[in-house]
Structures are given as C-alpha cells and as structure tokens.
C-alpha cells in the first residue's frame, strides 16, 4: 500500500485531478435568492471556500424542480434561466484552485410542505415520523420519467455554467434514498421490490447525468452506509449498491449515513465506539473498497484531527477525507491541516441550556440537532454577508436569528391553506420542531421541576 498523504493529489477514473485529499462537503446554504437563485452572497461564501485549500469543494442542496425544495433558500435548477449566476458562483471557488461540484437533490417527502407545489411525492405513500407533515403521495411512472430526466437537465446546466462535477445526493432521507430503504419504498413494479429494484432509480440517475455531460465532467455520488433505522436499508443492501455503481462511470463515491429521522451524519445515532473514532463511517468504508476498486472513496462525518484524517487516507480506508461543520467556523480548515497550523478542528458543541438530568431525553436532543445545524448555518449567513465566523455565538443569538429571518411564525404552529402558510416559510421547519420537539421537552422539564 503506497504511503499517500493528505497533500497528494487525487486522479479520477475521468482524468479530472483533485489537488489533494481534504473536501468540502456539502452544506446546505439556505441562500438563494426568492427565485431561488444563487446570488452574491453564496460568491462571498464560496470565495472564503474557495481560498480555503481544499481539494474539492461540494455545493449544498441544488434541486432539481422548483416546485420541491427541501427548504426555503434552496437554489434550484431546471433550466438555464440562472446562468450568468451561476457562472459566477463556480467560477468564485474555482479562483482559488479547487474544483467545484453541485450537488444535485431532490427532496421527495422531505419536501418542504409549504413551499412544495402539488404536495410531496415519494416511491410510495409512507409519511415521515413527524407529526404536521403530510404524507407524500407515490410517484407515478411518468413523475419517475420527469425526475430523472431532471437531474439530467441540472447536471447539464451545471457543466454549461463551468462547474467541473456533480455529486448525485443518495442519502440522507432524500428521494434517491427512499427508493433505496425498504421502508419507505413499497412499490412492487420495476421501481421496488428486491434491492435491485430499490437500486433500479438511482443507477438511471447516474446513466442519465452521465449521458448528458462530456467525459471530463465528473460525476460523483453521496451514499449511506446505512439509514439507521430497524427494518430500513442496511449496510449489505448499500455494500450491494456499491458494487452496482462499480459497473458504472462514477467518479467519487462519498460514504455517509442516517437521515433527519435518524441523524448519524452528526454522531447521534451511530454507537459510542464508533462516534469516539472520529470518522463515523471508516470502518464501513474499508468492507467496501474492494467491491468497486476503481472508485475513490470519501469519508465524511467526525474528522476532527490531523492524524486521524491521514490515517485513514494513507491505510486506505478512503483516498478523500470529507468535512463539513468544522468548515463554517473555520473556512480555511484544508489549507491549516496542509500547512500545519492546526492539528484539531474546532469543533464547538451546541445544546439545549436545559438541567443536566434532562439533557439525554429523546426530545431534548432533538431540539439540540436543529438548534445545531441551525448554528452552523448562521455561520454560513455570516460569510454570505462578508463577516467572518463567530465561534463563540451564543444558542440564544441563533435563535433570535431565526426568528429574524422566518418571522414571529417561525416559533408557532404551521398554518396551511391555499394561501401557503406561515409569513415566512422556512419557519415551517421552526413551528414542526416546536410541536415534536420544543413543547415535548418543556413539558418534561415543568413536570420534572413542577413549574
């Protein structure tokens, strides 16, 4: 095994070279503009990136249909109505030497329900285990022909606006994983079944984006190890899918797990040994590495330090480390692990200011997941708006910072009607987390303390 350090570059099966090991993933911005397009602030953003050292960078969600964001401040792309901006959000990263994949998504029944047109659709009529969202309808045979035959627009779009890759997202709770998880696709014609059926949509994906770029143009998938969920896909159904992508012209396969319902992708759903390693997903990584040996592998989800993230390059668990949070508070994080200057990532620790006793119950760390990716994606604002990051931000200034960008109806209950919902729709997310997760853990609280 050849001693390969963080700082070699990174050769793809298409000739595209990546200038060394340590990526950007994907973060989800919230900052396209009401069109849902992406705009200045998303250059300052990816200028910050872009100047960090990394050897690739990862866009956050771009959808593929207007009508179905995972959130308020998606960008979307189905056409080439957004060029001219999106030309300068790749361009932006790529000034600073590192290449720059859109990542390309659809949510299906994660679909934000206010904003989504004609409601959520999904392989299959299963809800989410939230309270308040409704659940998606099954996707007819010519709504899985409009889907994929938009991920091959977007991909095309991508490369026409000089972005070098795309990154298919597959994971997370997302539409290409539902196809995939037994739980949530129970449809019995070509698009279910066993986990060649399951598998079925995503591999169309991948053909139809690969038929739509040239051969430079990469093309890359994110995939669970395993949705961390009983009865739901598993980590021999996803080492089954790997193989199937073998077959195909991938380019980088990055490893991560869970979904909203079951959030490993943040270290809290995966066991204490495995969480205490800091790569969440390492040791599935090394059961697949044979299984497609062609395809480079990222890891992503708990590099923290230096040693870490070189080990698992040089034992060759992986030939790409992935970062995500450690990225908005410190920007610039490859180009300090390259040079030395940092040896652990900051890695700030969000909470509920909740009693001690009531900190491991179910709601309260719930709330805590949401008040932390929120935290985070404050930090991401704050680049967007030209500042830098602030570590040391406070829970209670994210919260007032929601509540300044959704509106009061942030922190109330969702209203529907044909008239859309709250004043401001990203507030929806705010108002489904306080009646699964805010009022539950208050009420556990006063009836803990008795007040």
Not at 323 to 350: F, Q
Request: glycine share 12%; charged share 20%; proline share 6%.
């Amino acid at each position: 095994m050849p001693d390969v350090s963080l700082s070699a570059p990174l050769t793809l099966p298409n000739g595209q070279v990546l200038p060394n090991r340590i990526m950007k993933s994907a973060l989800s911005e919230a900052l396209g503009t009401r069109d849902n397009a992406p705009d200045e602030r998303l250059s300052r953003l990816y200028r910050r990136w872009g100047d960090g050292g990394y050897g690739l960078l990862v866009t956050g969600n771009v959808m593929v249909d207007h009508r179905h964001l995972g959130e308020p401040g998606n960008v979307a792309v189905a056409d080439g109505r957004d060029l001219d901006a999106l030309s300068r959000w790749a361009k932006t990263a790529q000034d600073g030497g590192s290449p720059i994949w859109m990542q390309i998504n659809h949510p299906g029944r994660q679909g934000n329900p206010v904003t989504t047109v004609g409601g959520t659709l999904a392989p299959s009529a299963v809800g989410l285990d939230i309270p308040g969202i409704p659940a998606p309808r099954a996707a007819s045979g010519a709504e899985i022909e409009d889907i994929l035959s938009r991920f091959a627009t977007t991909a095309a779009v991508a490369e026409e606006a000089g972005f070098d890759g795309v990154q298919i997202h597959a994971a997370h709770g997302y539409l290409v994983s539902q196809f995939l998880s037994p739980l949530t696709n129970l449809r019995t014609d070509e698009w279910g079944g066993d986990i060649e059926g399951r598998a079925r949509f995503l591999l169309e994906v991948v053909r139809r984006v690969r038929a739509a770029v040239s051969s430079g143009f990469a093309v890359g998938i994110k995939l669970n190890s395993a949705d961390f969920q009983r009865g739901g896909f598993s980590e021999d159904e996803s080492r089954e899918v790997v193989s199937m992508i073998g077959d195909l012209p991938v380019d980088l396969i990055e490893i991560s797990g869970g979904s909203y319902e079951s959030p490993a992708m943040m270290g809290t759903a995966v066991s204490a040994s495995t969480a205490s390693r800091e790569a969440y997903f390492l040791d599935y990584a090394v059961t697949v590495r044979d299984l497609a040996p062609h395809i480079p592998l990222a890891v992503t989800g708990g590099f923290r330090t230096r040693d870490g993230m070189s080990d698992a390059v040089r034992s060759g668990a992986c030939q790409m480390v992935g970062l995500g949070r450690p990225t908005a508070v410190l920007p610039g994080a490859a180009r300090d692990v390259l040079d030395g200057t940092v040896s652990v990532l900051p890695s700030p620790s969000i909470s509920v200011p909740v009693p001690a006793r009531f900190a491991t119950h179910r709601s309260v760390r719930s709330l805590g997941g949401l008040l932390d990716l929120q935290w985070h994606t404050d930090q991401l604002h704050l680049m967007g708006a030209g500042k830098d990051p602030d570590p040391a931000r406070p829970v209670a200034k994210t919260m007032l910072s929601s509540l300044q960008r959704n509106g009061i109806d942030a922190f109330t209950a969702a209203r529907r009607g044909s008239g859309g919902g709250a004043s401001s729709p990203v507030g929806t997310v705010f108002a489904l987390a306080r009646h699964r997760i805010l009022d539950p853990a208050v009420r556990l609280v006063r009836s803990r303390t008795g007040r």
